[in-house]
């Protein structure tokens, strides 16, 4: 069974950084993608970025292109979220989750597409 455990959520002001971090176990972490999504109080949940398994494809929301970085350390079987210049419309709980097909070569950003989920951690950007 896939575990995914998100962290580093929390308050920040905007304009303020925030790193989230979420650490994968139960399968061969390196062979799949990675994604990060988001759902604000009272939406959908979007997708935010993506990585694919070797790390040399991603793919970011218009929402956060230039502002947010995802990466990923096979390592340590962990994938992360650098957020800069954050806004208050970033806050939202934000969720990591893993492809279901293992060594595709792109990221998608189709949430149908990602089998396993983490239970999220806030992010909450006042003004």
């Known amino acids: 069974q896939v575990q995914l455990v998100e962290s580093g959520g929390g308050l920040v002001q905007a304009g303020g950084s925030l790193r989230l971090s979420c650490a994968a176990s139960g399968r061969t972490f390196s062979s799949y993608a990675m994604g990060w999504f988001r759902q604000a109080p009272g939406k959908e949940r979007e997708f935010v970025a993506a990585?694919?398994?070797?790390?040399?494809?991603?793919s970011y929301a218009d929402s956060v292109k230039g502002r947010f970085t995802i990466s990923r350390d096979n390592a340590k079987n962990t994938v992360y979220l650098q957020m800069n210049s954050l806004k208050p419309e970033d806050t939202a709980v934000y969720y990591c989750a893993a492809d279901r097909l293992p060594i595709r070569g792109y990221a998608s950003r189709l949430s149908y597409e990602y089998e396993y989920w983490g239970q999220g951690t806030q992010v909450t950007v006042s003004s």
């Open positions: 990585i694919n398994w070797s790390g040399g494809y991603t």
